[in-house]
């Protein structure tokens, strides 16, 4: 009888454990998919994004003759997106053309016709709101991201993760040049 209830009480806790492990698999696959799920929704609004910045450069080329290196930079950045391969290089490469956009919005200011010019604005804005978007999509992301790498070093969780060979997912940062001061300057030209 004895022998019965250590076999039963081994049966139960072994499918116990069973259980727990499958619902910390379960666990972790739910959190890539969002992770996934995340940075494709931001892989939206960065698409659309890049299709925006050709019609912004043509506006742009009739009013800034003298900025060709400006408008040149915004057009590298952006075809860096299409050679970027590994995650870690597209959020490189998104950053890049984030920093050019912004630096192409500083030399506008010097364009009053260009900032006048009803296109530019419309386009202006409509870059802008996708880059307010972008920003809470990365903040989601990262939230995520953070979420599931906690979790990969937790125990017993980390037993689990090991097992199944789940391994820690880069946060998307931003260029520490980012950080600076923007140096104004109002001399004229």
């Not at 072994?14 to 259980?19: H, P």
């Not at 860096?80 to 200011?109: P, W, Y």
């Not at 946060?171 to 001399?187: E, G, K, T, Y």
Request: with cysteine; aromatic share 10%; glycine share 4%.
């Amino acid at each position: 009888m004895t022998g019965w209830i250590v076999l039963a009480a081994f049966l139960l806790i072994s499918v116990a454990l069973i259980l727990y492990a499958v619902l910390l698999y379960n666990g972790f696959i739910h959190l890539k998919n969002t992770i996934d799920k995340s940075w494709s929704n931001i892989d939206v609004l960065l698409k659309q994004r890049f299709d925006e910045l050709p019609k912004l450069i043509k506006v742009c080329e009739g009013y800034m003759q003298h900025e060709q290196k400006t408008l040149e930079e915004v057009v590298k950045a952006r075809s860096a997106i299409n050679n970027a391969g590994s995650d870690q290089e597209r959020m490189g490469a998104q950053n890049a053309l984030t920093e050019t956009l912004r630096s192409l919005f500083m030399v506008v200011e010097r364009y009053p016709d260009l900032k006048a010019d009803v296109a530019f604005r419309n386009l202006g804005a409509r870059i802008s709101e996708l880059e307010d978007q972008i920003a809470d999509r990365r903040e989601l992301y990262n939230e995520s991201v953070t979420f599931y790498n906690i979790r990969l070093d937790q125990f017993p969780d980390l037993v689990i993760a090991r097992l199944f060979h789940f391994t820690p997912r880069t946060l998307w940062q931003i260029d520490p040049a980012h950080r600076q001061d923007v140096q104004v300057s109002f001399a004229h030209h």
